[in-house]
Nanobody, 124 residues
Framework: QVQLVESGGGLVQSGSSLRLSCAASGGTFIRYTVGWFRQAPGKEREFVAGISGSGGSLSYADSVKGRFTISRDNAKNTVYLQMNSLKPEDTAVYYC?????????????????WGQGTQVTVSS
């Protein structure tokens, strides 16, 4: 059983940066692929970025490519999402999720464990 706790959200202005953290406990962290997802009010949860257990494979949604960077520190059991050049349309609750084995990182139902989410609000 893996527990995930997100942190780092907040209210920022357009063009600003934030770094989200996802701290994991309860499992052998390096074995898990981790994804970041977000959900805006009235919208479905969507994939943002994913990273393999070793950190060697990264994936991004087209909407965040070039602005967001996912990384992980397995010694600290933590995955990060560096978000630069934030836009109002990035406003959402951001969730991290972990899966022991995935074929593709994008689907919500590929993940077994989820955090409680952290709110990111970008004002124009």
């Amino acid at each position: 059983q893996v527990q995930l706790v997100e942190s780092g959200g907040g209210l920022v202005q357009s063009g600003s940066s934030l770094r989200l953290s996802c701290a994991a406990s309860g499992g052998t962290f390096i074995r898990y692929t981790v994804g970041w997802f977000r959900q805006a009010p009235g919208k479905e949860r969507e994939f943002v970025a994913g990273i393999s257990g070793s950190g060697g494979s990264l994936s991004y949604a087209d909407s965040v490519k070039g602005r967001f960077t996912i990384s992980r520190d397995n010694a600290k059991n933590t995955v990060y999402l560096q978000m630069n050049s934030l836009k109002p349309e990035d406003t959402a609750v951001y969730y991290c999720a972990a899966a022991y084995s995935v074929r593709t990182v994008e689907p919500v139902n590929a993940y077994d464990y989820w955090g409680q989410g952290t709110q990111v609000t970008v004002s124009s």
